[in-house]
Structure formats: structure tokens, C-alpha cells
């Protein structure tokens, strides 16, 4: 399965969207929840939460395990997907579109421009 | 890492594979809730050929027995016919559990255990210094030539049937036909023209009915594909565990290991004290570890998480803004839709003064730092397929 090639991607899993208001949209691909698995529970992070790139932030819990979501750079929360509240489902059913976690206002926009592409993390999940 | 002789079935099939006790095991096949819910509705197969199987044949000296009577927390004598089994634990002379297995009576004295395959060598050690030291004759096999396969569900007996009669010789038909009528906790063996044995038992690990099969390897394939066509669910050790989860059924090494008893694991019905003079190991230390009223100080508890999060071993539980234990473990249970545990409590440390008052207790869970209200229950969480919370 070919990987969307307008976003960015952190070696944790999770993908980044460039917004046109200079906000950025964060989710876990599709390789993160197939690995997963059945998506239970998410912990969103505080809309006003401050935090630093790689600060976990999240939670997705599956059947299985829990596993922490983390910034993939400095910014402030600016809203999170509140239809995961009665679905969490939809992380595995539409993990690039209605399974988002959540939106940030980037400290500095040309940070999110250093993140890896879709080519970086194709060989990311190659060698997992 | 170590293959069962379904593998190619598995990959067949669509398994997430990984790495379980030095095995490669399916779990899942896509949804582990889709085959949480089959099992729950319809009927699944699962591969536990990783499970040990060992058997204690008939020596003819009518000895066999009297050792489990010695070996085992639960009495076999409550075997008493050819084909019952109990569910017991295997204790060391402290009261701590090596391991909990089920003892099938197969013959006049023969028994075959099944147990863990994460404890398997500690097991099968264990019972050879018992055989030595009773010096019998009898010797333990062990049986590596098996596969172990368990359906389970509403319809699983009659799927297994159906599938069983299309695998094998027509001159068993009548043996196949007796499986229906066999009570639970009971087994039969098919005998083959061909010499082969195929084992039946009524048990499992889900809560639901169903049988778990033990079969030659080379047809354990053959078999597995006959159960597909009759429109069994193949399913994984992630379904398994939420299953048997629901169900409150122990797993060893989460809610039980070396370092507790029966007493302290919900499981006290396992323990046979009568006839006083049955000196089976680990009994002196088990009454030793009663208090004045009977009870052990730690107990095992249902919980209902009432807040958001799942609950997951070793999160703490508080009453009163103190720990009073931990769980064991814990999941979200598709059936309740909400996330259920089991933990062990100090009832010290509780401030009651039985275990029964522990229900009438508010607690909480400590998820990553922070308390989230739940609820003491007694399990199971769900019976015969309902909800019971």
C-alpha cells in the first residue's frame, strides 16, 4: 500500500499534514494501526497544551497494548478529534483522514519541513 | 523459535504472528474483536498445539493415582470415571503455584495433564523428581507427536462434528456420535482403524462451551481446513485472552505464579481438603497461611473500570488514597464494551474484615499517574455469552 506523499512522517509512526492556516493535523498510519490492532481508547493531549517535539502526548490503547503518540514538533494543541471519544475504530478504519488525534499551531512552521517524507519512512517500515 | 504443525494453515490464513513462550503463534487474523465475537456467538479455532501434553500410563500397579492424589491441589479421585477431569494447580511445598493444568482420567489409572507451554520444562522437571522420589514405575510421555486444537463457541460441538466426521473413516461414525452426549469436564478418545487416536475433551479457556482436540499432527491440517468449511472462525491468542478474561479464568504468570496460592488466586475451589489425610504438596503451607477466620490475607478481585482508559497489569488500586494492590490483568472487553481486570488486594490493607466486604469498597486505578474510578466486582464478567455487568 502506497504511502499519501503530502505528508510527513516521524520513525515513531505517526504522520504530520501541513495545514493552508499554518497549523499542522497529527494521526498514527496505517502500518501503526495494523500493528496495533483493534483501537479501544485514545488519551488526547489538552487543547492549550504546550509541549516539545517528541513529548508524548497521547495515548492509542488497542486490546492489546498502550502505546504513547508523541509531538513530532514544538507547538501549542489546538483542538483534538473528539469523535474518538465513542470512536476509536476509526483510527483503524481511516487512520490519514477521520481517525486524526489532533491539531497544533507549530512554535516555528519550518520545522515541520525538516520531518522525513513519504520515500524516508517507505524504508522506515521496510526494515521494521 | 519453534513452528506448530498448523503454521502454513496460519500464514494461509492471514495471522499476525509473534513470538509467544519461544513459539510462533498466530494472534490474530485481522480483527481480534471480530473473533472475540465469533467465539462469543458462533464458533472459533484456535492452535494451542504450543501447550505440553504429557501422559501418566497405566503401570498396572494402581499407583498412578495415589501420586496425583499427592501432586495436585484438586483431587483426581473426583475423576471418577474413565474420561472426567479436573482443573487443579500444581504447588511447591510453600503453597506457590508451579503451574495449573487440567488431569483428564483416560483409563483405569492412566491420566494425561495438559499444561502451560511457558512452564513446560519447569513442569515436566518437576514431575520427574516427583516420580523419582515415589519411585514408580509409571513414566511420563511426553507428547510432542500431538497437535492440540481448541473449538470453542455455541456451535462449536456441532461444527466440530460435522467436521470431524468428514476427516475421518466412516467406521467411527458411532464413536463421533458420542461426542454430542459427553458431559462437560469429560473426554473421549476416537480410536482409528488405523491405529490413531484422536482425543476429545469437553474444556477450554473461553467461558463458552466447546471442545479441545488432540490429534496426530500429520492430520491436524486435514482437520483444521474441515473445521473452516463448516464455518468455524479461525481465531488468535488476542481473542483468547479477552475470552478467557471475560470469563475470569486465571492466566499463569499475569494473575497467578510461584509467589501466590490458590487462596490468594480466586481459586480456592480448586483446593480439596478432604480426606484430611490426602498429604498432597503444599498443603500444610496453605493451612499454615489462613488467618483465624479462613482467609488468606491477599485475595484475587473482579474490577469494572467506571472511568475512561483501560485498565492493564500492575496499575495500582487505591481505596482511601492508599494501595491496597495491584492488577493482575486487564483488558477492554468487547462484550461489556468497557474495560474489565482481575487484581489481588491485601484485605489488611482494605481494613475488612472477609473477603465479601471488599464489594461494598470504592476504589480507583492509577492510569499514567492519575486515579480513574472503578468498581470491585465479583467475576465472571460474562456467562454462557450475556453480559453480567
Not at chain 1, 502500518?31 to 488519551?43: I, K, N, R, T, W
Not at chain 1, 473528539?82 to 481517525?99: H, K, T
Request: one cysteine or more.
Amino acid at each position: 500500500m502506497s504511502l499519501p506523499s503530502d505528508l510527513r512522517y516521524l520513525e515513531s509512526h505517526e504522520w504530520v499534514r501541513m495545514n493552508d492556516d499554518g497549523t499542522v493535523t497529527v494521526g498514527i498510519t496505517e502500518f501503526a494501526q495494523e500493528q496495533l490492532g483493534d483501537v479501544v481508547f485514545v488519551e488526547t493531549p489538552e487543547v492549550d497544551l504546550q509541549c516539545e517535539a517528541q513529548q508524548a502526548i497521547a495515548v492509542v490503547e488497542s486490546v492489546k497494548a498502550a502505546s504513547d503518540i508523541y509531538a513530532p514538533i514544538a507547538g501549542t494543541i489546538i483542538e483534538v478529534n473528539a469523535d474518538l471519544g465513542d470512536q476509536p475504530e476509526l483510527v483503524n478504519s481511516s487512520p490519514y483522514e477521520q481517525g486524526w488525534l489532533y491539531k497544533m499551531q507549530p512554535t516555528d512552521g519550518t520545522e515541520v519541513e525538516a520531518l522525513m517524507d513519504a520515500d524516508g519512512y517507505q524504508s522506515v517500515i521496510d526494515s521494521a | 523459535m519453534k513452528t506448530t504443525p498448523l503454521y502454513q494453515c496460519h500464514v494461509d490464513a492471514g495471522a499476525k504472528l509473534v513470538d509467544f513462550a519461544g513459539w510462533q503463534m498466530p494472534v490474530n487474523y485481522g480483527s481480534q474483536i471480530s473473533e472475540h465475537n465469533a467465539c462469543r456467538e458462533q464458533a472459533v479455532i484456535f492452535d494451542v498445539s504450543h501447550m505440553t501434553v504429557v501422559d501418566l500410563p497405566d503401570s498396572g500397579e494402581g499407583e498412578v493415582k495415589a501420586f496425583l492424589q499427592k501432586l495436585l491441589a484438586n483431587d483426581v479421585a473426583k475423576a471418577k470415571s474413565p474420561g472426567d477431569a479436573i482443573y487443579s494447580c500444581m504447588l511447591q511445598d510453600d503453597g506457590g503455584i508451579i503451574d495449573d493444568l487440567i488431569a483428564y482420567r483416560y483409563g483405569a489409572d492412566s491420566y494425561r495433564l495438559i499444561v502451560n507451554a511457558g512452564t513446560r520444562d519447569k513442569d515436566i522437571d518437576w514431575i520427574k523428581k516427583q516420580l523419582a522420589a515415589s519411585k514408580l514405575s509409571t513414566e511420563l510421555v511426553v507428547r510432542d507427536d500431538l497437535a492440540l486444537l481448541a473449538v470453542q463457541g455455541p456451535q462449536a460441538i456441532k461444527r466440530a462434528v460435522e467436521a470431524t466426521s468428514t476427516v475421518c473413516d466412516a467406521s467411527v461414525a458411532e464413536q463421533i456420535a458420542a461426542i454430542q452426549k459427553m458431559k462437560r469436564f469429560s473426554s473421549v478418545s476416537l480410536s482409528m482403524p488405523d491405529g490413531d487416536e484422536w482425543f476429545v475433551a469437553r474444556t477450554g479457556y473461553t467461558g463458552e462451551d466447546g471442545l479441545e482436540i488432540a490429534l496426530p499432527e500429520k492430520q491436524a491440517p486435514a482437520f483444521w481446513k474441515a473445521l473452516l468449511s463448516a464455518g468455524v472462525v479461525p481465531a488468535g491468542l488476542g481473542a483468547r485472552d479477552t475470552l478467557r478474561l471475560e470469563a475470569a479464568m486465571n492466566l499463569y504468570g499475569s494473575d497467578m505464579d510461584e509467589t501466590v496460592n490458590p487462596l490468594e488466586s480466586g481459586i480456592s475451589w480448586t483446593v480439596s481438603w478432604q480426606p484430611e489425610e490426602r498429604d498432597f504438596i503444599g498443603r500444610k503451607s496453605l493451612q499454615a497461611s489462613r488467618n483465624a477466620d479462613g482467609n488468606s490475607d491477599r485475595q484475587l478481585v473482579g474490577l469494572l473500570l467506571e472511568g475512561r482508559g483501560v485498565l492493564r497489569g500492575h496499575q495500582p488500586i487505591q481505596v482511601a488514597g492508599h494501595v491496597v494492590g495491584e492488577i493482575t490483568s486487564g483488558t477492554f472487553s468487547p462484550t461489556l464494551q468497557k474495560s474489565i481486570a482481575l487484581g489481588r488486594v491485601s484485605i489488611q490493607a482494605l481494613g475488612v474484615e472477609s473477603p465479601a466486604d471488599i464489594l461494598a469498597l470504592e476504589c480507583e486505578v492509577i492510569i499514567r499517574d492519575k486515579p480513574i474510578a472503578a468498581r470491585f466486582v465479583k467475576p465472571p464478567f460474562v456467562a454462557k455469552g450475556q453480559p453480567l455487568y
